[in-house]
């Protein structure tokens, strides 16, 4: 049976890439693939990241005010899989990726074409099912340089409206 809500379609054609999202909080580390991220702001340099509300990494973001945001290059579709689903959390690894801890205390995954290192700066979207982080960009590396990133559209998965 198609789908009868035109919004919900109209809202799926928007372009997403993904991201995996890395935050510690009170349980300790956490990852999870993310697509509703878009950059807010030039000076200071700011990007937004919806969080779906009652998740691991939404709760560790709200705890810690920081995240990391790790970009999925176009020719890795099992970094962004893994962490749709979360995995286990090992000294070093979360769902096999090995990591680094910034200076800021986040992990920041070896596996990443890109990443960005943030401080939840405000809150929004109270009343809605996801939570909406603006954050500084405090710091970020590029790691294999000439990647493309991995859009949401180029992949079997959907997510959204």
């Known amino acids: 049976m ?6 919900k379609d109209i809202l ?9 999202a890395t935050s510690i909080g009170p349980e300790g580390p956490r990852a999870a693939t993310v697509s509703w991220v878009s950059q807010v702001s030039f000076e ?26 790790h970009m999925v ?20 690894e979360i769902a096999g990726y090995r990591y680094q801890v910034s200076e800021g205390g986040m992990p920041i995954f070896e596996a990443a074409a890109a990443w960005l290192a943030c401080e939840v700066v405000e809150d929004g979207n109270q009343d809605g099912d996801h939570a909406l ?7 970020g590396e590029i790691r294999a340089a000439g990647t493309g990133a991995l859009a949401l559209r180029d992949t079997l998965w959907h997510y959204g409206g």
């Open 73 to 92: 290059g176009s020719q890795q579709p099992d970094f962004a899989r893994v962490f749709f689903k979360g995995g286990p959390v090992g000294q070093d």
């Open 133 to 139: 982080f603006i954050a500084n960009v405090l710091d």
């Open 12 to 20: 799926r054609m928007f372009s997403y890439g993904l991201f995996v």
């Open 44 to 69: 200071p340099k700011r990007v937004a990241v919806a969080l779906r509300r009652g998740t691991a990494i939404c709760e560790a973001v709200q705890a810690s005010r920081r995240f990391v945001l």
């Open 2 to 7: 198609p789908n009868t809500d035109p919004i």
